[in-house]
């Protein structure tokens, strides 16, 4: 990854050490299917419109919407300043930004279609100069990613650095299929054309500034690193808990169910970001790697001792922030006798040196008492404390907290005297809040993710190795999710604003505390 800018020690006045890791953005096109869809309208425009703002688009840049409504250019531009959740249209620069919009019909089957649209492109990128470089973003539903891949590879679209072409790339989101079988056809597909410096497996949690922060945190200071392991942690939890409920996707979610929606992609890049072995270097390759190691290393969900280590629950009715909200089978798309879970606990086991016997509790669950998004790494008791016959209790143990959201922090808190005549201990913090020092205002996900695809940098996309082991991982606990006999029985229900089932509430009172 190249420098632009650095600085060993801060700069002067306590500047902090950067590395913009940026490099110089190549003019290029950026192909959006799926044009006239949510995503696009509440993700994508406003961070392509973002980064224009911020200067941050590659110059020259052309934005092309495909989808398969009849629409021109001028009906589109209309459509996204409708849909798109902020006031776009009423903000001063967005005309200016508009004139990079194009809309472009598309029947994804087609072949036809595509071979208009790469007519189309190579026109447009010789008036453009765009210098035939182009981004292919899928923002369609998971099913009609190898139909649009297979078509732009027989359309010549994806091959790269042909005569008059610049480089190709190709985003996906998650899923990136619904279970191992399918994540490997869907690869094939894709690498029938593609090749994998090519794809970009988006996961907006690896986007989170708070969640990058984690590697700064390992690896950036000497004094954690001896304490990350075994001897000294007890036991980690990682909490993506969420108010909102299913909304407006229960046609997705609903096949989906929480263990695919976030554990096989969000839970588990946490997992590795906490317990990866420290990388050789600050390079995509080499982060993957050890990240890819640590998933290969997670104990199978099938070996003995395993049968409490799952609780699955689906919400009931209840209520959000006083508001009276429906139970998940009532929601609109939701079979009423569904068994789909919308919260998990999976207790999980890496065999490697480091982590033996250390359990990582990952959770999350939609419905519940707040958004809350955080890393918990307890530390042990001290192994013999000289204060517990004096205070007649016992002594706290340490803990590390990275609020990821809404508290983006780091804590850690300690035990410390209470100023006294009496020997009181009380637990205490040491507390970082990560916007305090803010530089203006911060990328959100998707304009991250965007810019690191328009510089070719994958460090923080998922590598085809890594989806494969996750997916490994996770299909027996998918199997006893979707086929055991005693099904019914397993899936706990909670009420909508609680912190889920009975059976996780003291690991959720302990964890959220
Ligand atoms: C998405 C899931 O990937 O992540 C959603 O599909 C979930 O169901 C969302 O709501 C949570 O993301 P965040 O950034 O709000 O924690």
Redesign the pocket.
């Known amino acids: 990854m190249e420098r632009i800018e650095t600085s060993d020690e801060g700069g002067p006045n306590g500047a902090p050490a950067c590395s913009l890791l940026a490099k110089d953005l190549e003019p290029c096109q950026l192909v959006i299917f799926g044009a006239t869809g949510d995503l696009t309208a509440r993700k994508l425009i406003p961070a392509l419109f973002a980064l224009f703002r911020g200067g941050n688009l590659p110059k020259p840049c052309s934005i092309i919407g495909c989808g398969r409504t009849a629409l021109d250019n001028d009906g589109f531009r209309q459509r996204l300043a409708e849909n798109s959740p902020a006031d776009l249209a009423g903000h001063p620069r967005w005309d200016e930004f508009t004139s990079f919009l194009h809309y472009r019909t598309v029947q994804y089957e087609a072949p036809q279609s595509y071979g208009e649209l790469a007519a189309f492109l190579k026109e447009l990128d010789k008036r453009g100069g765009t210098g035939g470089n182009t981004i292919f973003d899928l923002a369609v539903p998971p099913d009609v990613y190898p139909v649009i891949s297979a078509q732009l590879i027989d359309a010549g679209l994806a091959g790269e650095n042909d005569v008059g072409r610049g480089w190709t790339r190709i985003i996906v989101e998650?899923p990136f299929g619904h279970d191992l079988a399918s994540a490997k056809v869907l690869d094939a597909a894709l690498h029938r054309g593609f090749s994998e410096q090519q794809i970009f497996r988006i996961?907006?949690?690896l986007a989170?500034e708070t969640v990058q922060n984690t590697m700064m945190f390992r690896f950036a200071n000497s004094i954690f690193e001896p304490l990350w392991n075994r001897d000294y942690i007890d036991h980690v939890g990682i909490v993506?808990a969420?108010e909102?409920g299913?909304g407006t996707?229960a046609g997705?979610?609903d096949r989906?169910g929480v263990l695919r929606?976030?554990f096989q992609?969000?839970m588990l890049q946490l997992l590795a970001m906490i317990g990866m072995e420290p990388p050789a270097g600050f390079t995509a390759e080499r982060i993957r790697d050890e990240k890819t190691r640590l998933l290969g290393c997670l104990r199978p969900f099938t070996a003995p001792g395993q049968e409490d280590a799952l609780v699955l629950g689906q919400y009931g009715p209840g209520r959000i922030k006083g508001r009276a909200v429906a139970g998940y089978r009532r929601e609109n798309g939701v079979r009423a006798d569904s068994l789909t879970p919308t919260f998990a606990m999976l207790r999980v086991y890496l065999d490697n040196r480091r982590w033996q016997e250390v359990p990582f509790y990952l959770i999350s669950g939609?419905r519940m008492a707040r958004?809350d998004?955080r890393l918990v790494i307890q530390f042990k008791e001290v192994p013999h404390s000289m204060f517990r016959e004096v205070i007649g209790g016992k002594v706290g143990a340490n803990r590390l907290t990275f609020g990821?959201?809404p508290d983006e922090e780091i804590n850690l808190s300690f035990q410390a005297k209470v100023p006294g005549p009496r020997i009181c201990l009380r637990t205490t913090d040491l507390g970082f809040k990560y916007y305090d020092d803010a530089f203006g205002p911060l990328p959100t996900?998707y304009e991250k993710v965007l810019l690191d695809c328009m510089q070719g940098e994958q460090m923080f996309f998922w590598r085809q190795d890594g989806v494969e082991l996750a997916w490994a991982f996770l299909d027996p606990v998918l199997e006893i999710c979707e086929q055991c006999d005693d099904r019914k029985a397993r899936l706990k229900f909670y009420e909508a604003g609680s912190w889920g089932p009975e059976e996780a509430r003291g690991l959720m009172d302990d964890l959220m505390g």
């Open positions: 998650k996961d907006h949690y989170k993506s969420e909102l299913v996707r997705y979610y989906a929606d976030m992609n969000h939609k958004k998004t990821i959201f996900a």
